[in-house]
């Protein structure tokens, strides 16, 4: 009996292994085709803007209008600093909204001293229903500035208002700690200019971690020497230079940062603004945008400029990064959920036939498998079911390739953007880069699990985010944007 | 069953793949670390030898040829750099070295390419170095919207009437690059396109007109009035509405009279842009008109009622406070934001 049940296991774990071989094997391949895609995609990229006089966007009155929505929350340190690179940024046709979402500290009070700011009536079109506005403020010296101070109701609701309030054809979603470069905006309302069809477009986030930062501007890029932070740094550059350039080849994406992201005002409040009981607003959005693009008709094309760029802060705590990746993950599983009937859809065209099941399949569900993989090899080999080959088969699908990829991304991030300019620098990304496989990833895989476990009983809160910050920074209240 | 030999080459395959890309890396370190310096060095002598010759009133044929020497990357880097910060005679010597060292020949190989991306390359240099050549005048007919976005953005430093025409007729262009382009350069050019503008206007209808409009808004040359009129009683919603922002623009009363009535227009975006037309005015006149208007159901126009009451000063202001007494809530509300705004922000 016991033999029988021995001999069972063994040729379970024998079977289950080679399944998850031929998904990181199929999963391995994906990667290579996007790496392909992400090049050639940089490269067409690079021949446009090559030479570029963006500066005429500055001078002409014909540009587009832009509104920044900065929702902040508990920011009284830092929303002085973060304001005035906002107004200083070189864009003509620009409008600064900051979005008080029930602040408890002294958030409002700084940005009445430092600004100038006078209460006006505060009535404005709501479109979309949102927590109620408490005040409204405009600024004596500055035109285009104007702060809403609201009750605490979230991002996505703090967004939501924002909306009401822009006067902007379009509207950048950031967060209140983003440093958007000064050319950023220039840069990314090019696919806007280039065709209609564009309803959103995202830009590179890059880790602030390691690097100056003066008057709200990143003076000097430097790779962290945090073990985490670097990491990370790491990560974003694959996830930008070579994700999500790559999709925007093979049919675009559907991930905008929330960090950083513009969007058609009016497409945006026709599909509802931002949904407030999810914790992936971002991409939700995103993803509604381009569902109803099939089914109503009308702009649905979601670009990503890969050289506009904002900065981040990434947490260098294990805490606070693993509940910001099961944040990411719980709001991943839950937007897939939402839109599941475009799942090999045909009416969704390329996303229902390629983007959403790649996003379920492999962004959603790598951890799984890559957690069953792990418990299953080890199993095999206690067991004897699997030989020391086999593990050495499995670590290198299902790490190895994606080390030779980041090894490519970091080439390609060198030769294209090259904003790691130091021997120093380019030595630490490889250490990281290699470092990554060892520990980290594995951590990831278990925040990630922890999001579907969350996602599954139905768990929707933002969790605690502490930043370092530019400045020091208070503690968080009640709900953390 | 998967055979331990399979296993063995897809193993081999991952590790050879690896060990690839991991070389690729470091490769690319030691390949930096000897060009990059060599690049640096010779872009640091183009930028030397380039100020020298800009600067000086005798050519320099030892310097001209060492600049000869380097690969065409360097040397165009190092022309556009400088084209960005010279103008008039400056400009033109260094358009005179630019063609003895041969970067302008280059380009217009590149202008004649069969390949965009190196026809877009050589069109942003003769561009940027307002080279009046008419290779780069034919590309405002290229089949890249992205080459016809560009030759426009050449022709604004070439206003002649030829230039002119063949860019107005790329108002109706269905590639948006191509449109803002041509506009932003009609707006660069001034005064001189005004008359063609006119004349087109005279003749066209539709999206073309519409982005005809824009820039005649921008341009606010009286000329426009006339056309501006006829226009603005056309059926097609967003031709009345820049129509009536032009009206605001040029201003004059055959202008305001129509604004007036534009208010009562069945679109609220034309009560909207005529509201705020009549604003930009200061037609005091409109005073009572606008007053009605804070009543009208549409968010916008109400908004634009109230900002040109405020612009009309002290009559219209007189207005707003009557409405905060009124019995129109909406009205009265938003009098009273826009009478709350700071001078800065009602502009």
Known sequence: MTDTLRMGFNELLVSGKIVLLIYFVGVNLWYLALLISSMLELRRHFLLISEESRHLLLSSTLSPTI????????????????????????YTNLEVIVISDGSTDRTVQVLIDRFDLVP?????????????????????????????DKENGGKADALNVGLSFAGGELVCAMD?????????????????LLSTEVVAAGGTIRVVNGSQVKYGRVVKTAVPTNLLAGIQVVEYLRAFLFGRLGWNRLGGNIIVSGAFGLFQREAVLSAGGYLRDTVGEDMELVLRLKR???????????????????????????????????RWHRGLADVLWRHRRMLFNPRYGVTGLFIYPYYALVELLAPVFEAVGLAALALGLASGAADWRFAGLFYLSAYGLGTALT?????????????????????????????????????????????VWKFLRGRKDWGKMDRKGFHPLPASGPRAL | MISNHLLDVVMLTEIGLIGLALSLYLLHG???????????????????SMVRLVNSTVVDLEQIESLRKLPHSVQTKAFLEVARNVSGSGMERLRFVAQQVGVLDHARKLCESRRWTRRLRGARILSQMDVPDPLVLKLLIDRHPALRAQAAEWAAAQPSLPVIAAMLRLLADPATQAR??????????????????????????????????RVAESLAEPRFEQVALRLSRTADVAIRTAAAKLLGAVGGAEAAERLLELLGDEAFQVRAAAAQSLGRMHHWQAGSGLSERLRD????????????????GAPGVLFLRRAIKGNDRFAADMAQQILDLPAAAAG
């Open chain 1, 67 to 90: 509104s920044i929505l900065a929702p902040a929350f508990n920011e009284e340190a830092s929303i002085e600093t973060t304001l005035r690179s906002l107004l200083a940024l070189q």
């Open chain 2, 297 to 312: 159901p549409n968010w916008p126009v109400r908004r634009q009622a109230a900002l040109a009451l405020r612009a009309i």
């Open chain 1, 292 to 326: 109803l693009s099939h089914e109503r008709g009308g702009p649905g094309k979601v670009a990503f400029v890969p050289d506009s760029v904002a900065w981040t802060e990434v947490p260098e705590s294990t805490a606070v990064l693993g509940r910001q990746r099961d």
């Open chain 1, 407 to 451: 090894a490519v991304t970091l080439i390609v991030e060198d030769v294209s953007f090259h904003r790691y300019e130091t021997f120093r620098d380019r030595a630490l990304l490889f250490v990281w880069a290699l470092l990554e496989n060892l520990g980290y990833r594995q951590l990831t895989v278990y925040w990630r699990l922890r999001g």
């Open chain 1, 120 to 148: 006006v009536k505060a009535i404005y079109e709501q479109r979309v229903k949102t927590q109620p506005v408490r005040s409204l403020y405009r600024s004596s010296t500055y035109p285009s500035l104007v702060v809403v």
């Open chain 2, 30 to 48: 030691v390949w930096l670390l000897f060009n990059q310096r060599r690049g640096l060095a010779q872009t640091e002598r183009a930028r030397e």
């Open chain 1, 176 to 192: 209140a700690d983003t440093l958007i470069e000064a050319d950023g905006l220039q840069r990314m309302v090019r696919p806007f």
């Open chain 2, 180 to 213: 803002f382009a041509v506009q932003t350069a009609l707006l660069r050019m001034g005064a001189v396109a005004a008359g063609p503008l006119t004349t087109y206007l005279e003749r066209n209808s539709g999206s073309a007109a519409e982005a005809g409009l």
